[in-house]
């Protein structure tokens, strides 16, 4: 059977369904008695499986297959829902989704899953509690994490090695903080540190006794590290053996340790009702979509065109024609633009799982909040700012929300919050990832600019602390102490910040110090024609998205006041900034100066709460307009989103009001 054909088919269906039994197994653990989601899991499952059996994808097959076994036991209540259970499924999830990510890339799906399909059987047994347990690398040293785990393997398939180390200091040792920075002095001289038991920050305040432990990748070999630690001065004792990666191959806490602590996994609040009702729907590649819309755009121009030549001849029969085209045109604009609109529930829904299980491996406890999950973006936005916020919330988790015994000291809940929140204003749509973790540090941020060279020191006391922050998103910057699989190495906001201005976006930082930080990112709604009204100032024509206005008026020059050299005026018993375009954006007088009028003509315009007041000269009305870009050699202009093609052949500029709102 030739299925090269089906392939495209088969990776849309199947990533829709490993959604699905995402979804699902967090709601299951949320809710262990619903069996009615465990028999969503387990058609997902089946069909996910008779499709990758039709295709020739036997690894797939074979372990959905027993994903299958176990979740008919479950909705049959022949075995019971544990952590453990739930865990495994959802490490059998995460290979699926490397296989079909494998396909995707032009591979065969192929992965050994020999070790999932053993404890899924250990399950169907009855041995649920023979699930995944702790790893223990030698006494003390605790678990190793999933993402350790994948980096000792790859670092193995490189010709590394990795090696448990025991180091023991004299116990009449003063300054074991000196001796402990010498000895990971020597080892990373030899090669990588991944875990230390304690932690650094641990060891640098001499928090411990006189043994700590740590987890190396080296090509060195055992006798030469061993010689190395024990000449350096009061180490009495290092112990080095060879780990295996099988030892750490799964980690999961223990379903006691997990009744310990209800609150473990992060919760999500529904963003909205998902519709179950079946649909019929064909699938058309994005590029039509595309295609179709530009074809419009030239529509839309010339029928600009007709309008303004209808009202300039009078013909009846022209308008009555023209009338009809554009209400035609209307509807088929907002059909089109529907269908490269797509909600963010689709980017958001992956993070739920992220964030469990980046809460498990930092051992911290963790509520993700989602808000604005209907918000809706261009699709070719919403392919695009996945990874920007992957990076911003593991960030959050990492480096913004603290260990909770941390947290209950400084009389914080123990458990942290992320907030992820999506709301449309003009035509912008802005995310914010919200933490109520420690804040940024800024005598950290400003300490280490200068050690990597990236401010000067004579310039660190001028900074403001927006500009503080900036330089969180430099290439090369981490606040880190210990490099990870998290955090460390330097990369993650700058690529967030590169990959958001190549959106045509912006990315804001907000911080106060022990109650969190707030990166807001900005980013265009690209829908290629919108709905704006035209005004005048001076010679000029601007246009304004009516998405973010308000309320158009004209009011009297004698209700215009002055507070703190800002003009301002009362507007429905709120008293709002008045930006006076001619002068915010330098436009040049005409050659007659005109009388000085006794009215404004203003514009309300609105982001999120915040309202001000536009003055222009005059409207000039409705247009349904075509955005056009202002090209790679105008970028981050003021106030200024993009140009538009007028009936008469004119150029108007589309104002960006959200930078003109004080």
Known sequence: METNQYLDLFLEESTEHLQAINDHLLKLENHPEDTAVVGEIFRSAHTLKGMAATMGYSDIAELTHEMENVLDLLRNEKIHVTTNVVDVIFQSLESLEEMVASIREGGQGNKDVSALVDLLNRIEKGDVEAAPVKPVLMDGLGPVSECEHTVITQAK????????????????????????????????????VIKTVPDVEALENEQFDNEFRVLLISKAIEEEIKLKLLNISEVVKAEVDTFQPEQANLNQPDESARAEKSGDEPKTKPSSAANQAASKTIRVNIERIDQLMNLFEELIIDRGRLEDISARKKDPELNETVEKMVRVS???????????????????????????????????EIQLTIIGAETELDRTVIDEIGDPLVHLIRNSIDHGIEAPEVRKKNGKNPEGNVTLRAYQSGNHVFIEIEDDGAGINREAVINKAVEKGIIAPEDAPSLTDSEVYQLLFSSGFSTAEQISDISGRGVGLDVVKNKIELLGGTITTESKPGNGTLFSIKLPLTLSILSAMLVKVEDETYAVPLSSILETATIDRSQVMKTHGQEVIDYRDKVIPLVTLRNVLNVPQTTEKQPEKNTYSILVVKKGSQMTALAVDSFIGKREIVLKSLGDYIKNVFAISGATILGDGNIALILDTNDLIK
């Open 157 to 192: 398939s490189q010709g590394f090695e990795a090696y448990a180390i025991s180091v023991t200091i004299d116990e009449n040792c003063v300054l074991k903080g000196v001796r402990a920075y010498m000895v990971f002095e020597e080892l990373e001289n030899h090669g990588e």
């Open 330 to 364: 209307s509807d088929l604009q907002s059909l089109i633009l529907k269908m490269r609109m797509v909600p963010v529930e689709q980017v958001f829904n992956r993070f739920p799982r992220m964030v469990r299980g980046l809460a498990k491996d930092l051992d911290k």
